[in-house]
């Protein structure tokens, strides 16, 4: 139920597709049988490549009648006899069918590796998100480590008590592998821009903060590091309750097969990764100390606009690394002098940052002190120094607020909260209105006024713009338009952050 008093964000965030009831179809009904469907009237419905392609499935759920498709033909077999696009993308038809089975209905993110698609899956009767990978041996490759992920999780989680994303299958369609997946509700960076980038309460990060460990407990018990952590990547499981869970695994390796030297996104790269050290499971760490500083802030807390200034805003607020770990450094020439000093940095603003001028506390702007320590633990400068998940659920930040042992979101402890603020157009008197998901106790808001007290409404984010990077964390221009994700584990070009779609949490763009 819609709290009545702050209906609108929750209004906008149902209007979000989640998974739908099965109740009005048999499981597994088969729509028709191939020789039947190829002797009846129906059969005008398929393209002359169909006609010869579905003798290759046994049983036909769905196959795209209601849809405008391409009517393929057997002799012209450019770009994937014109399923393909020139990138090796699957053109997208709304309506049509994938495998037989699946109906598309929109598109919720592109990428470098391709395209998810929200789909009906028309055996099951229930919504699923579909990744369909570009035809290209490269992005086929890491999809096959994804998919090896994936398989591995579903086995070693069954009950689903460890918030990852859940694989229902994948397959093979016209030469484009497909992932297919349950669908969620909106990411949390979706959740930060709708409360204005305002930020959130410590007793909501908590509960988010359980179930992100939880992931990673699973994670690092089996040698998997993430390597993609970031706010886009968290989902949550209902758009106004506090349940998540971690998705993407198109970056992830075990870590004792890595692949790439150039991974995370960059406002959540870690120090090894930005200088070129040997890195594992701790990068990941790192990640989620960024993720819940930003939830508390509603801005990154590292904002650079390039590997040389991200590393000077971790060098401001952390002070420098030890020599013994810049030693170890192979990109050490493109951050330090020779004499050890830190190479200087003139953002687009014109600022320099400069080393320890800042304190965590500050940049937080928290009086919880467990918050503060938890948060520091992860942003620690060694990787073998920084906080594990296993002893990370033992921290005061997470023990403190816990009745009872809550690791899971289906544990009844958990409070459902309803998600009542506003969206991002309204003024900061206006964000004093508590934001809650569900507790006994409502949780509140940061009130705190990001533009100087101005009284003034935060910016909405830019769909499409490429503005440069503020020199003020939280100032302003200091929003998402000049986010630039990672992609796939694989580095491409760097463009700015594009809100692709709709994107229910699986947008993805290019790297920087």
């Not at 890195?279 to 819940?292: K, N, P, T």
Request: charged share 20%; glycine share 6%.
């Amino acid at each position: 139920m819609i709290c009545s008093n702050f209906p609108s964000l929750c209004h906008q965030l149902l209007l979000r597709p989640l998974r739908v009831s099965s109740t009005s179809y048999n499981c597994c009904e088969v729509l028709c049988f191939v020789p039947a469907l190829l002797r009846s009237s129906r059969v005008s419905y398929l393209s002359e490549y169909e006609r010869r392609e579905v003798l290759d499935y046994p049983q036909v759920y769905y196959y795209g009648q209601e849809s405008e498709k391409k009517m393929a033909t057997l002799d012209n077999s450019t770009n994937n006899y014109g399923y393909d696009d020139d990138r090796g993308d699957y053109n997208i038809i709304d309506q049509d069918h994938l495998h037989y089975r699946y109906e598309v209905i929109t598109t919720l993110g592109k990428g470098s590796f391709g395209q998810v698609l929200q789909c009906r899956d028309h055996c099951t009767g229930q919504s699923v998100a579909v990744k369909i990978i570009r035809n290209k041996k490269r992005f086929h490759h890491q999809a096959l480590v994804e998919i090896k992920i994936l398989e591995n999780l579903r086995k070693w989680d069954p009950d689903e008590k460890h918030h990852v994303i859940k694989m229902t299958e994948h397959f093979y369609f016209r030469n484009h592998l497909c992932i297919a997946m349950e669908l969620l509700s909106i990411n949390l960076y979706e959740l930060i821009k709708a409360n204005g980038f305002v930020g959130f309460s410590t007793t909501l990060i908590r509960r988010f903060t359980s179930q992100m460990l939880a992931a990673l407990v699973l994670m690092r018990h089996h040698r998997i590091v993430h390597c993609d952590l970031k706010p886009e990547n968290v989902l949550l499981m209902h758009p106004c309750k506090s349940g998540l869970k971690v998705i993407d695994f198109g970056s992830s390796c075990f870590e004792h097969e890595k692949v790439y030297t150039y991974i995370q996104s960059r406002f959540y790269r870690s120090p090894e990764v930005i200088l070129g050290m040997n890195y594992h499971m701790a990068i990941d760490m790192w990640s989620l100390g960024c993720i819940l500083a930003e939830l508390h802030t509603g801005f990154p807390v590292f904002p650079g606009e390039n590997e040389q200034e991200q590393l000077a805003c971790i060098m401001e607020v952390l002070g420098m690394p030890d020599k013994y770990l810049i030693e170890k450094s192979s990109r050490k020439r493109l951050f330090f002098e020779s004499t050890g000093q830190p190479r200087p940095v003139v953002n687009s603003k014109g600022r320099r940052r400069r080393p320890g001028t800042k304190t965590l506390q500050q940049v937080l702007k928290s009086d919880d002190e467990n918050f503060v320590d938890f948060i520091a633990k992860c942003l620690i400068w060694d990787p073998e120094r920084r906080l594990k998940p296993q002893p990370a659920l033992r921290h005061p930040f997470l023990t403190a607020g816990r009745r009872g042992r809550v690791t899971s979101p289906a544990t009844p402890a958990i409070a459902r909260q309803l998600l009542s603020s506003t969206s991002s157009s309204l003024s900061a008197s206006t964000r004093t209105r508590p934001l809650q998901i569900g507790a006994p106790t409502p949780l509140t808001a940061r009130v705190t006024n990001r533009m100087g007290g101005s009284g003034s409404a935060l910016p909405v984010t830019p769909i499409a713009s490429t503005p440069s990077i503020s020199t003020t964390l939280g100032s302003a221009s200091a929003h998402r338009a000049y986010r630039t994700p990672q992609t796939s584990g694989i580095s491409y070009s760097s463009t700015s952050r594009q809100m692709v779609a709709k994107t229910n949490g699986y947008t993805v763009s290019n790297v920087a």
